[in-house]
């Protein structure tokens, strides 16, 4: 069973920072391409940006292209979403995931973290 484990959250001022980490149980990570999703109250859960299992790929919406950086450590079997520059409507849970190599669809999920960008 694959268990991932949020942390970095909080709460932070508009044009703050936070690193969120993601840690992963197994022997198999760097197999698999990580994601990291948001949702915010009343809203769909959205896709912030994913990684493949080597690191060497990168995807990112539009709305935090350089603003967020994802990275993994798979030394350590974690992933990371660092954000800068943050905004009010970057307010959500987030929440990392795994995606399948069969089926491409993201299978396990962690618990989610808050963030909360307020003045």
């Known amino acids: 069973q694959v268990q991932f484990v949020e942390s970095g959250g909080g709460l932070v001022q508009p044009g703050g920072s936070l690193r969120l980490s993601c840690a992963a149980s197994?022997?198999?990570?760097?197999?698999?391409?990580m994601g990291w999703f948001r949702q915010a109250p009343g809203k769909e859960r959205e896709l912030v940006a994913a990684?493949?299992?080597?690191?060497?790929?990168?995807y990112y919406r539009d709305s935090v292209k350089g603003r967020f950086t994802i990275s993994r450590d798979n030394a350590k079997n974690t992933v990371y979403l660092q954000m800068n520059c943050l905004k009010p409507e970057d307010t959500a849970v987030y929440y990392c995931?795994?995606?399948?190599?069969?089926?491409?669809?993201?299978?396990?999920w962690g618990q989610g973290t808050q963030v909360t960008v307020s003045s």
């Open positions: 995931a795994r995606r399948s190599v069969l089926t491409t669809a993201y299978d396990y």
């Open positions: 197994g022997r198999t990570f760097s197999s698999y391409a």
């Open positions: 990684i493949s299992g080597s690191g060497g790929y990168t």
